[in-house]
């Protein structure tokens, strides 16, 4: 079946398998490996990536879904001159990855995020992202991150290069919802 879908900003014309899922589509065509398969449970998030703007996990669609539609991964972010985008800038100032197989989708789980919420509280930020696992960073500076890549998105004046300090974080410190990884969220 012929699918028509913008990808990053490009315009592609592809023939697929009716059954193949949006993340193998956007791995093995079109070769952006951001999005990754942490599992077969639609449980860990580390495929999200943007389809038509909204937030989605790329192994629950179908790629004939994302016929006319356009979808934004990880690699698409960047600006043109290569600049990262605020939220990946934030998540490196607050070192919110380790391994980094999870990053692409939480940074694009939080650029979806912030933009239904461009000013959550902490305990927003940890609800709207327990659909993402991680393994490695304890959620802490993930929390941080986004927090500052609010403060970063909020103030358009602001120098791209400056990452906005992070508000507060509770001492509670970890995703509660989140905080588990089974192990379907292994590589
Ligand atoms: S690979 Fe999509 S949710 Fe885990
Ligand atoms: S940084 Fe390793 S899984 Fe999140």
């Known amino acids: 079946m012929r699918v028509e879908i913008t990808v990053n900003g490009s315009s592609r014309s592809d023939d697929v398998e009716p059954r193949l899922l949006l993340v193998h589509y956007l791995r ?3 070769g ?4 990754n398969v942490g599992c077969d449970t639609t449980s860990c998030g580390a495929c999200t990536v943007l389809l038509d703007g909204v937030s989605v996990k790329s192994c629950t669609v179908l790629a004939v879904q994302a016929n ?8 698409g972010l960047s ?6 985008h605020p939220v990946q800038q934030a998540f490196r100032q607050e070192h919110g990855l380790q391994c980094g197989f999870c990053t692409p989708g939480m940074v694009m789980a939080t650029v ?19 659909g993402n696992l991680c393994r490695c960073t304890g ?7 986004v927090l500052s ?10 120098s791209p290069d400056a990452v906005a300090a992070p508000r507060e974080l509770s001492a509670a410190g970890e995703l ?3 905080g588990e990884l089974s192990a379907a969220g292994e590589r």
């Open 139 to 145: 959620y802490h500076n993930i929390v941080r991150a």
């Open 149 to 158: 890549a609010a403060g970063r998105l909020s103030a358009p004046g602001e």
């Open 112 to 130: 979806g995020f912030l933009a239904e919420n461009p000013d959550p509280t902490e305990q927003e930020v940890r609800e709207g992202l327990e």
């Open 79 to 84: 600006g043109v001159d290569g600049q990262l």
């Open 28 to 30: 093995e065509v079109c």
């Open 32 to 35: 952006l490996r951001a999005a």
């Open 68 to 75: 006319g539609r356009s979808v934004t991964t990880a690699e």
């Open 176 to 178: 509660s919802a989140a």
